[in-house]
């Protein structure tokens, strides 16, 4: 039929659907469809954002400070997270990473291992057993405990270099953060990890030979950047590229692989500034998460298949914001330079992201995460 009579045949309905509206009774409460049944939504993938030491003060302070506020703002559904770990009320990095990553209550100190430090299974590990594509973007060295514990099974949170031999154990897409020292100049052993890794296919560079801003990320080959020899440098000392990393690291990953992604990013550097009780590094470090946190959300709402957690993994240096402050200048005390067992909030976006509202204990994030991935 040709394009003419097509239209023809349009005006003839559209007119005599017109004659029909006004012979017709309204519409019926019988014809009224029923509802649709709501469809349950899940993702395809997990971008899960920790704030190392990112309390309920925390991220006050960062958003009266900031005029346009926090992204934090724009999540829907808010939960808290109890934080205590299996040995002390008071977790570490690596009790509480190893929750979040493992769902299991573990001893201060231990990186992806039980009380009896056996090793258990990462949210990543699983992802990619299920073949997803993996991501872990930080500002510490990648050998740190938070980001350690979704990829090494260590009983120490100190043997870095064995840390390090997880990253060769997971075959991880992407990878961004510090501690190069602990794969090319190894002392307890002879290999070269960053060699192995190059060999093994993998796009590998660093901060001394490269600026990250100026790197081609070619989604065919696994992306390894090391931000520093040990730690990439503060945020108020000109560290940029977490917010920009964050979001060329989930473009990669939505490129690397159909069945979807699991990717962990870490704003590491405001647990630093809370045990400094250094309010103005805390600050800046609180507000290049914020970034970062607004271009994934921008990927998201774009997406519509990413589920978005962020987090802290337990508060540090019992920040408060106390009287005599403005919104234009807090007046802010520690209350010590170690964590609080206070509880963070978790804030989730995206398909699933219901399952997030309460209070319950970090653990269950790896429930919940596993749950929102559908995996057994
Ligand atoms: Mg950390
Ligand atoms: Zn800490």
Redesign the pocket.
């Known amino acids: 039929m040709s394009l003419n009579k097509w239209i023809i045949l349009l005006i003839v309905f559209a007119f005599s659907s017109c004659g029909n509206k006004k012979t017709t009774s309204p519409i019926s409460t019988q014809e009224i469809p029923e509802p649709t049944q709501s469809i349950i939504r899940y993702p395809k993938n997990i971008i899960l954002m920790i704030g190392?030491?990112m309390g309920i003060a925390q991220i006050t302070a960062s958003m009266y400070l900031n005029r346009k506020g926090s992204y934090l703002e724009q999540f829907p559904v808010v939960g808290l997270q109890k934080t205590f770990s299996g040995d002390n009320v008071i977790t570490?990095?690596a009790a509480s990473a190893t929750a979040i990553a493992c769902g299991v209550k573990t001893y201060n100190n231990a990186i992806g291992v039980d009380m009896d430090t056996l090793r258990v299974q990462s949210i990543l590990e699983i992802a990619e057993q299920n073949g997803l594509a993996t991501g872990i973007i930080v500002t510490a060295p990648v050998t740190h405990a938070t980001p350690a514990s979704f990829i090494s099974h260590a009983s120490r949170r100190q043997s870095m270099e064995e840390i390090a031999l997880g990253f060769m154990e997971t075959k991880i897409d992407f990878l961004v953060g510090g501690g190069k020292k602990y794969f090319d100049r190894r002392e307890s052993d002879e290999r070269n990890l960053y060699q192995e890794l190059k060999d093994d296919g993998y796009y590998v560079n660093d901060y001394f030979k490269k600026d990250i801003f100026d790197t081609y990320i070619n989604p065919k080959k696994n992306f390894v950047f090391f931000t520093g020899d040990e730690n990439p440098p503060r945020a108020k000392n000109g560290r940029k590229y977490l917010p920009y990393i964050s979001s060329k690291g989930a473009t990669f990953l939505k490129k690397r692989n159909e069945k979807g992604f699991f990717l962990m990013i870490e704003g590491s550097q405001i647990?630093?500034g809370?045990?400094q009780n250094d309010a103005s590094w805390l600050i800046s470090e609180m507000d290049d998460f914020n970034t970062a946190i607004g271009r994934i959300l921008k990927f998201a709402k774009k997406e519509q298949e990413t589920l978005v957690i962020v987090t802290a993994d337990?508060e540090?240096g019992g920040f408060s914001i106390n009287n005599g402050s403005t919104k234009d200048e807090l007046v802010t005390a520690f209350t010590n330079n170690?964590?609080t067992a206070d509880m963070v909030p978790v804030f989730a976006f995206g398909p699933q992201a219901e399952l997030f509202h309460g209070i319950y204990d970090n653990t269950a994030i790896f429930e919940k995460m596993k749950q929102a991935l559908q995996f057994e």
């Open positions: 190392d030491g570490d990095s647990d630093w809370g045990h337990h540090c170690g964590h």
